[in-house]
């Protein structure tokens, strides 16, 4: 069956995977991605809206779907028939029996907002219950961060029995990008042959909201990317990271290696590729590096985003001090 271009099976209404073609100018993050059509004809138009209209990648589209269709099952009807009432007592079952944490909750709550104003605004209901609910409030934690040696023990740590030269040098060349470039690990995945400029050292990356940004990349990590290259398969996908049926790594492998060379290296911390990002950028300014530069390499909007790791480096640098300085450690004083 068509329906505004776009091709459906008809499948008696339960949720969809449709395969498409993302257009080049919504950004290479979404392309040849699966996008996520919801069985609730409201939000099925709402994400669409959000896909068309305002660029967001499928993957974002579907991350909103899924929440309004979390609350259209706590709700037991279609999620537009929801009055601030319920929305009320679906944060109070969050935080309650389910025990969320603030900022899962947060983010249900941003998927209710954006949907209901977009009703409102398409004239498909007059008052938004949203109005007047605050989320609930963040505790103040400072990012994870690795300490030099530590991403350094990560980077020299072997790969795991029964991995192919190929894997090897693919699984180098992720870790190497993402502490070279400090980019999410959706950017990694989402990065194209095309993107990557070696000889350069620079990367073509979309970021959020299929937003493009230039970030560099270190000697290192450019003779890993290259090492592997050598040995990666050629094929049709133009993806820069493959797996072993040659197509497009996702987002859940790459956050694999990380895991599996952590545990691999023996160290006790916590490495992720978002923990890879903090101390990509917190060692960028212990090392001098300006914050609007950082600011700029990691993608952020706001200034104030990226003021965090000022924070970062000031209490690294007073566990130094502390664990450097003498005087407290003595018993007469």
């Known amino acids: 069956m068509e329906k505004g ?21 919504r950004g290479r993050a979404a392309t040849n991605q699966a996008f996520y059509e919801p069985h609730d004809p409201a939000v099925s ?4 809206e959000l896909h068309y209209a305002r660029g967001r990648s499928p993957r974002t589209c579907e991350a909103y779907a899924r929440d309004l269709e979390f609350f259209a099952k706590f709700l037991g009807r279609d999620v537009a028939t929801a009055e601030r009432a319920d929305i009320k007592g ?6 309650g029996k389910r025990r969320y944490q603030p900022a899962a909750i947060r983010r249900k709550l941003v998927a209710l907002r954006r949907f209901f104003r977009y009703l409102v605004v398409e004239g498909k209901r007059l008052d938004d219950p949203m109005a007047g609910i605050d989320p609930p409030r963040l505790p103040k934690r400072l990012p994870v961060v690795l300490k030099e040696d530590e991403v350094a023990r990560l980077l020299r740590t072997p790969a795991p029995a029964g991995r192919t030269e190929f894997q090897r040098l ?6 190497e990008v ?10 990694v995945a989402s990065l194209n042959l095309s993107d990557v400029d070696l000889q350069r050292r620079v990367m073509r990356v979309i970021g959020k909201g299929n ?8 000697g290192a990590a450019a003779d890993a990317m290259l090492r592997y290259l050598e040995h990666r398969p050629r094929g049709n996908d133009d993806a820069f990271f493959i797996g072993r049926g040659g197509n497009r790594m996702g987002v859940r492998a790459i956050w694999s290696v990380v895991k599996t060379v952590e545990k691999l290296s023996g160290m006790t911390v916590h490495a992720t590729p978002h923990v890879m990002r903090h101390s990509f950028a917190t060692h960028l300014l212990e090392n001098g590096a300006d914050i609007v530069t950082i600011k700029e390499l990691l993608g952020h909007e706001s200034l104030a985003t990226t003021q965090i790791y000022t924070n970062v480096s000031i209490e690294h640098m007073r566990k130094t001090y502390e664990d450097a300085h003498p005087r407290d450690k003595r018993t007469d004083r």
């Open 5 to 25: 271009g776009r091709t459906y099976a008809g499948d008696g209404g339960k949720s969809r995977l449709m395969a498409e073609r993302i257009p080049e100018r």
């Open 45 to 48: 138009a709402f994400v669409t």
């Open 90 to 95: 679906f944060v109070l079952d969050l935080a």
């Open 170 to 175: 693919r699984d180098r060349a992720i870790l």
């Open 178 to 187: 993402l502490y070279a470039s400090g980019i999410r690990r959706a950017e």
């Open 211 to 218: 937003k493009e940004r230039t970030v560099l990349i270190n």
